[in-house]
């Protein structure tokens, strides 16, 4: 335990104008006896009225170390650095923080690059060069158009000027969707067929072990369309030809439901009808009023009397004319048929391959 002496009297300050002070003068005399020693000294609340000595600017609240969310300082980070957007149907953006965590050195952005398939432009407000402020952060936008290849895997790196862009950079994934936006013809059945795998194990004693190995049912969607229009009958012409090695969005046409309200741009809630239609977090909805005027998104939750998406919506949609159902993903099988019956009227039978019923 730390001890210390008491000065018995006031210490001698000389005084006049040709005094000055001499630390010698303040010499403590040696404890002559147990009644002149303390333990122990106060120096906790000796410390705290004493005035920091250093300028504001150099004032840390302890060392550098795991910080937001134990983001390391001193470097550039990239929130987030990947991103997988499953299914790209429609146009959609994205945010990007950079924000430079240097506590006292400003860095330069030389450049912005992009790499890989076309069809992702970022949205550079600042231009290049731009400064960056130490502690500063900024918000860039990622636009993923509809059109492109049909292979999303993009890295889009923020090159700063003696920072390492290893660690400044973004992974972008996904793949482009072609939806088939035309309703089946309800004089004809819309057949779903399921496919399930399973491994069965038959022991000498004529024991059985079944295991299961498709956790995800695949399977086909059967149906036929009428296309009683020539502006139908030639879009659906264009999106079955021009789309053959692609994947499709297959609506799931028996469960369509009603939208209950009036869903704005940018809204992420969508009220429709949930009890007993195959909506699932992280699987596909589409909002359809025409072969024309539709938009798919996708599912972050599913509640009583709501759809919860993970991005805003891109339009606005009306209730009681708009239609939610469940998308899958699919592709064209070798069976399809396209049939002009006359100059003006087309139908079509279809067979689309699904990869899985459920994300």
């Not at 309800?186 to 194990?201: H, I, N, Q, S």
């Not at 939610?324 to 070798?334: D, N, Q």
């Not at 100059?343 to 899985?356: E, H, K, N, P, R």
């Amino acid at each position: 335990m730390a001890t210390g002496t008491l000065a018995g009297g006031w210490l001698p300050v000389p005084t006049g104008p040709d005094a000055s002070i001499d630390l010698i003068e303040a010499a403590l005399p040696l404890p002559l006896d147990d009644a002149s020693v303390v333990a122990p000294l106060a120096f906790e609340a000796l410390f705290d009225e004493l005035a920091d000595p250093r300028p504001d600017a150099f004032e840390f609240d302890g060392n550098p170390g795991p910080v937001e969310d134990l983001a390391m300082l001193d470097r550039i980070h990239v929130i987030p650095r990947r991103r997988d957007l499953g299914a790209v149907v429609s146009e959609q953006e994205i945010e990007v923080e950079v924000w430079n965590a240097f506590l006292a050195r400003a860095k330069v952005l030389d450049e912005i690059t992009v790499e890989g398939p076309a069809g992702i432009e970022v949205v550079d407000h600042l231009g290049q060069p731009a400064h960056f402020p130490a502690s500063d952060s900024q918000i860039y936008r990622i636009k993923v158009f509809a059109e492109g290849d049909p292979l999303i895997d993009n890295l889009i790196t923020w090159v700063f000027v003696g920072v390492d862009p290893a660690g400044t950079n973004i992974r972008i994934l996904g793949f482009r969707l072609v939806p088939f936006p035309f309703p089946p013809n309800w004089a004809e059945p819309v057949t779903e067929t399921f496919g399930y795998m399973t491994d069965v194990l038959v022991s000498f004693r004529g024991m059985e072990q079944r295991v299961q190995l498709r956790a995800v049912p695949v399977g086909t969607i059967a149906y036929s369309t009428l296309l009683n229009e020539l502006r139908d009958a030639q879009m659906a012409g264009a999106i079955l030809f021009g789309n053959q090695a692609r994947s499709f969005g297959i609506a799931r046409w028996q469960f369509q439901v009603a939208l209950l309200q009036d869903a704005a741009v940018d809204d992420l809630e969508v009220f429709c009808e949930t009890a007993h239609i195959p909506f699932e977090p992280g699987g596909l909805v589409i909002l359809w009023s025409d072969p024309y005027s539709w938009e798919v998104q996708t599912i972050e939750s599913v509640l009583a009397d709501r759809i919860v998406l993970t991005l805003g919506l891109r339009s606005s949609w009306t209730a009681g004319v708009t239609a939610v159902l469940p998308l899958v993903v699919g592709r064209l099988s070798p069976d399809e048929a396209f049939t002009w019956e006359s100059l003006m009227v087309a139908s079509t039978a279809l067979v689309f391959d699904i990869d899985g019923f459920r994300p």
